[in-house]
């Protein structure tokens, strides 16, 4: 590793970003449609009501075709409101078109705030007049409601006062402000603009933002250590600076990483290399890592558990596991009721979770054909070579089993799994699904590799068939398997009930 390509790191990050003024990132598309299509089947809507979806899906299949992603995303949000038993009125069409942006997310509090009021699309509503704005500092919302609760109303941190003279066209002119937050803490909050025609609130958009007083220095600080700590623990320190200016390029959600947190251990590992330490030395536990993936110069995490009876003597088993759509390198330990770490611990496993390059990366195209656009192939390579890059990272960190290397994953995770084994057959040792779908024909190139597939007959998100199909080529080829189909299971609750048969089912099988 060579100090100076940590130089050019931003420069190339910008080269793949929007040009002009920069902004955040929306829920990947991809996110907003599988969304859609679980709550169709989950209300499977009759009558009239069917009519109505009938006829938007075909909007959409026009929209998809011309490529006019804004449209897809008003008439999904029009087809989930129908789905929700709610009208679809003119002022949720305004309200659904409504963005917030600026170029600082990750944002130092000592200076003003600057931020647009945009709109992605034309909504349909009649306006007479230009309208007013009211800015509001939040709380972050609290975990979702209960299912047929109402949100509680979030709670106003500052209350950043109204605008006038907002246009009704904020498509071509939006609507700029600058706000004052000196005196806002350090934190993440929930930025939310509101619009109104006089008394009358036509909607409010809202923006996930982060504060931290003294960031230039804080960055410089880290890019100065960066240079004087050893190549192994460079990318762990300048993970954060890297992760922020994606984030305000809008190349990535705030969402992806956590500044508070991620700040902090790169400030730590900063001052560990300081004192003559390498802070992940011996390290075991429940901790993250990061490296610079070449083929687009920007730094990835990864999470890893390590068992706290690891030190090197002898070689551990490891499991790669990856995220489902929407999902991060978190998202296995945080969710499924935390099981995985425990799991790990007893059973004696290392495991490495990656973001996939993005949450909707789709870890690459496997044995088939690549995508014809070239910016979704760029990514789908990009989610491949993390997972890959990250198990070699792994390998060369702790003394690894090579012959107990195992995959995973769920949903998007579990059809990765099926994309990569095939691909890299000689890697596994076995892998492990959970509500996913694959290429039945591609199974012929992992005949000899042991599968565990798990799957809810009640699926809304991911049809069990997906499952059944590959299990059926599974039979025809002879592959050693274990099907799990839960009755009444749903997409995700499968998961945690089943992590042990996985455990169990890796335990048996070696190489």
Request: glycine content about 10%; cysteine-free.
């Amino acid at each position: 590793m060579k100090i100076g390509r940590y130089l050019v790191v931003a420069a190339l990050a910008g080269a793949f970003g929007p040009a002009g003024a920069w902004s955040q990132a929306l829920t990947s598309l991809q996110s907003v449609r599988v969304g859609y299509n679980t709550r169709k089947a989950t209300v499977r809507p009759t009558g009239e009501l069917k009519d109505e979806i009938d006829a938007i899906d075909k909007e959409i299949a026009v929209a998809t075709q011309q490529g006019k992603n804004a449209e897809i995303r008003r008439l999904m949000a029009k087809g989930t409101t129908l789905l929700a038993g709610r009208p679809w009125t003119d002022v949720l069409d305004y309200s659904n078109s409504l963005v917030v942006r600026t170029e600082h997310v990750i944002a130092d509090s000592s200076q003003p705030l600057d931020v647009r009021l945009e709109q992605i699309y034309s909504p349909s509503i009649q306006l007479t007049r230009s309208l007013t704005t009211h800015a509001m500092l939040q709380k972050r919302p609290a975990a979702a409601p209960a299912a047929g609760q109402p949100p509680a109303p979030p709670e106003t941190i500052k209350d950043l006062g109204k605008f006038d003279g907002v246009g009704r066209d904020l498509r071509e002119s939006p609507y700029r402000m600058s706000l004052d937050v000196h005196d806002v803490a350090d934190g993440t909050y929930q930025l939310a603009i509101e619009v109104l025609d006089d008394t009358r609130s036509l909607g409010t958009a809202t923006l996930t933002i982060n504060f931290r007083k003294g960031l230039d220095q804080i960055v410089s600080n880290l890019e100065t250590a960066a240079k004087q700590a050893p190549g192994d623990v460079r990318d762990d320190i300048l993970f954060p600076v890297d992760r922020m200016r994606n984030v305000n390029r809008g190349r990535l959600e705030l969402r992806t990483f956590d500044p508070d947190k991620d700040f902090a251990a790169a400030q730590g590992a900063a001052e560990a290399v300081k004192s003559g330490k390498n802070p992940y030395e011996k390290k075991t536990g429940d901790f993250k890592r990061h490296y610079l993936l070449e083929s687009v110069s920007e730094i990835m995490p990864y999470h890893l558990y390590v068992p706290s009876n690891y030190d090197g003597s002898r070689a551990f088993p490891l499991i790669i596991a990856l995220h489902g759509l929407g999902g991060t390198e978190d998202s296995f330990f945080d969710g499924y009721n935390r099981s995985l770490v425990g799991l790990a611990e007893t059973h004696g496993y290392i495991v490495a979770a990656p973001l996939g390059y993005r949450v909707d990366g789709g870890y690459g195209w496997g044995v088939g054909n690549p995508p014809a656009d070239p910016v979704a192939r760029r990514s789908q390579q990009a989610s491949e070579d993390d997972v890959m890059q990250v198990m070699q990272n792994v390998r060369r960190q702790f003394r690894i089993d090579e012959r107990r290397i195992y995959l995973m994953g769920h949903s998007l995770g579990a059809i990765g799994t099926w994309k990569l084994a095939p691909k890299f057959p000689d890697v596994w040792a076995a892998i492990g699904l959970f509500a996913g779908s694959g290429n039945a024909e591609s199974l012929t190139r992992i005949r000899t590799l042991p599968e565990i597939v798990v799957h809810g007959d009640d699926d809304r998100t991911v049809n069990v068939q997906g499952s059944r199909s590959m299990v059926a080529k599974m039979k025809e080829l002879g592959i050693e398997h274990k099907y799990i189909e839960v009755p009444g299971g749903t997409h995700g609750g499968v998961v945690a009930p089943n992590l042990p048969a996985v455990f169990d089912f890796f335990d048996a099988h070696k190489k």
